[in-house]
């Protein structure tokens, strides 16, 4: 089993959980295991059918696309780290209000 | 028994001395030995050689390891007239510096042949008192205490971010501030803004920040500036010129915009944003080598996986702790020590209480940063990031 590290704005889809666990040879069969145990997580996370770009993971501390991308081997017991950008700061500093 | 005159003729006789024009040749030289002034602080203020470091004779052997670690490199020691610092190198010596010589005549000598020295910019008593701590690092010290005096940062918000990183680069005595931003201070923002206080409700975020920092350290200058950070003003406020730029936006267009104009004038970003228990902390740097917020997060991500602080809350110490970790980037970027965060993300869980590490690299691909770029001006960075990605939805 690989332990995936779920972020904050991704919680509500895991019923609150850190951290999950799901099985697969790479990091690609990891992600669409992870998305069938937790349906919700599919719409946050695909977008026609693959993962979207605006989400980084880390096997390792090290970006998977700076590996094999979704062929990345994954041994078991390792940890994946799903991690999309987090604004959060001052909301006085720019015209967009979210 | 000796007297001086004895103790002093029987020193020189176990050392090695230079002259000046000797010295000065050494100086010249490719790989310039290391001068050691060990006069009286009055002394040094009057006039040194150039590029020597300083410790008084009284510290010299608590001090000089962590000013000079390397017990090979060469020293030449000075003071006025070649006595005090004669005693100097024998003591350097016998602590196992193996190339320390003696600059006989001392800088009476040196300046009497006409030879060049800085006068240092000195602090004043006051400041010698509130810096104190600082100067007692071997990493800050006097010169590096100017150079955060002379540094120039621009906060991108005065906010839960901005607030504790503003606080900590006043108290540090970085000499003036910028600071953006548009908004007023509101009752929803004292759980966490520290710098604002409930007197200043309602009032412009830049004057209530501006009030209490130059309060904190009459040496700070805030400069205000009263709006949003937009495509429109963003060259106006970099054109002030500033060193290091302390990023605490809330939402993703200015975080880009903030990019692509920080790779372009090319100033580093140290890089904080937080959401409820957790907290992201790095440092952009092209310009030195490292990634920027693009070779990170190519994509925004859709609004809905954007939550803001707004919307989704946020722990109160938590903007606390990564905007002082992004003020202690700040510093070390300004005093040029340590290693700096370029290339790296922390990642801050305060519910768990774990700091993680992620490798981010240079994307050679990078639209900003990198070989071949292909946005070279401004983009509409609220269309950026509504983007596709949110409209197919």
Known sequence: ?98 | MASYRELLARIREEIEEISAIEARERLESPDPPVFVDVREPDEWEEGHIPGAIYVPRGRLESRIEGLVPDKVRPLVVYCASGARSAFATKVLSEMGYTDVVNLAGGIVDWKRNGFEVTIPRVLSPEQRARYSRHLLIPEVGEEGQQRLLDARVLLVGAGGLGSPASLYLAAAGVGTLGIVDGDVVDESNLQRQIVHSTESLGEPKVASAKRTLEALNPDVRVVPFQERLTSENVERILAEGWDVIVDGADNFPTRYLVNDASVWHGIPVVHGSIYRFEGQVTVFDPARGGPCYRCLFPQPPPPELAPSCAEGGVLGVLPGIIGSLQANEALKLILERGEALAGRLLLFDALATTLDEVTVRRDPACPICGDSPTITEYVDYVEFCAGPVATER
């Open chain 1, 1 to 98: 089993m690989t332990r995936v590290r779920i972020p904050p704005m991704l919680r509500a889809e895991v019923g609150g959980a850190r951290e999950v666990e799901a099985q697969g040879e790479t990091v690609g069969e990891v992600i669409e295991d992870l998305v069938e145990r937790y349906p919700a997580l599919r719409a946050q996370l695909y977008r026609d059918g693959d993962l979207g770009e605006f989400v980084n993971v880390y096997l390792g501390g090290e970006d998977v696309r700076t590996l094999e991308g979704l062929d990345t081997p994954v041994r078991d017991g390792s940890t994946l780290i799903l991690l999309p950008a987090m604004a959060g700061g001052s909301p006085g500093v720019g015209r967009y209000e979210a």
